[in-house]
């Protein structure tokens, strides 16, 4: 019997609240409709008072429940989709980041991104905004690619004393399966190798993990090996495992499906041509989204984002280089 990514998210946040009294979930529609994507389904009857629909305002979701978390609870705070978090931006980089240098009360609250593009949903349900809160010191922000990472993450997000911005990915909900629930897992800010290689390191986050994974699939039959790095949290970043991959295969692709500008890819090149310029054997390269407002159309969506197809023209190139 497999799991879905969407249900490892529903199955963490069950334990959590069958093993932590202090942890409880606050959203919109998060109670007996079980959630805009039913993250939460059924877990209003089994956790009775501890699944709360809020109002509509993610302003005001993300102050109760940084007050909570300083009266001593854990709370889970749901977003419909990853874009209308901007509209509880300044509690969540102003309070909620600053709480613990503030005032020594630690601030651990998660809040739950859906997070990237699906075919038709258009600039204002399709954003990937890691990058954006990644900026601010007394974040954490995870990007999970694997149903495995999505269980055992959240898990860590919630015992974690610092808030935690979730960032899962609505493309992978249903598309991603696995075989069982985790029973061990790497520490948040440890990146992961997907695949060994030694002629290029794609690293990868999200979503674009799986397109990684195609491309090294593909040029494995003209003879290319690519590694593929998973960062799983952009914040911590483990630069130490995207420089050791950089320093067995020479070349780096940095893939991200969020906006190009001052984004996640920017920061990993910019780190490696600082810091390990010397193992470069060409100029380190990164693919984005097009720096345009996302489309509705699903053909036009399909051109905006990176997928194994443009991954793929790209690390042609950079080989060639």
């Known amino acids: 019997m497999s799991i879905t990514y969407l249900e490892a998210i529903r199955e963490a946040q069950a334990r959590a609240l069958a093993e932590d009294p202090r942890v409880f979930i606050y959203g919109q529609d998060v109670g007996a409709f079980g959630g805009a994507f039913k993250a939460t389904k059924n877990l209003a009857q089994e956790f009775p008072g501890r699944v709360i629909d809020s109002p509509i305002s993610e302003d005001a979701m993300v102050g109760a429940a940084i007050g909570a978390a300083i009266e001593g609870m854990r709370p889970i705070v749901e977003m419909q989709f990853a874009d209308f978090s901007t509209v509880g931006f300044n509690q969540i980089v102003n309070q909620a980041a600053t709480l613990h240098w503030r005032t020594q009360v630690p601030c651990p609250i998660t809040i739950r991104l859906p997070s990237g593009g699906t075919s038709g949903s258009g600039p204002f349900h399709s954003q990937s905004m890691e990058a954006l809160y990644a900026h601010y010191p007394g974040l954490i922000v995870m990007t999970p690619a694997t149903v495995e990472d999505a269980y055992s993450m959240l898990l860590e997000a919630v015992a974690i004393d610092d808030p935690v911005i979730f960032c899962e990915h609505k493309y992978l909900y249903y598309h991603l399966k696995a075989e069982a629930l985790p029973t061990e897992a790497m520490p948040v800010g440890k990146a992961r190798i997907a695949r060994v290689g030694s002629d290029l390191t794609i690293v990868a ?18 003879g290319t090996y ?96």
């Open 226 to 321: 690519v590694e593929v790095v998973d960062l799983r949290s952009v914040k911590p970043l483990d630069t130490d495992t995207v420089m050791a991959s950089v320093a067995r295969t020479g070349r780096l692709l940095c893939v991200g499906e969020a906006f190009p500008w001052g984004g996640v890819t920017a920061e990993v090149v910019a780190r490696v041509a600082s810091e390990g310029f010397d193992l470069l054997d060409a100029p380190p390269q990164r693919l984005n989204a097009k720096d345009t407002p996302i489309p509705y159309h699903p053909t036009l969506w399909a051109a905006h984002r990176p997928t194994a197809r443009s991954i793929a023209s790209a690390a042609r190139n950079l080989i060639r280089l």
């Open 205 to 222: 986050y999200s979503a674009m993990v799986h397109e990684a994974l195609a491309v090294a699939d593909e040029l494995a039959t003209e």
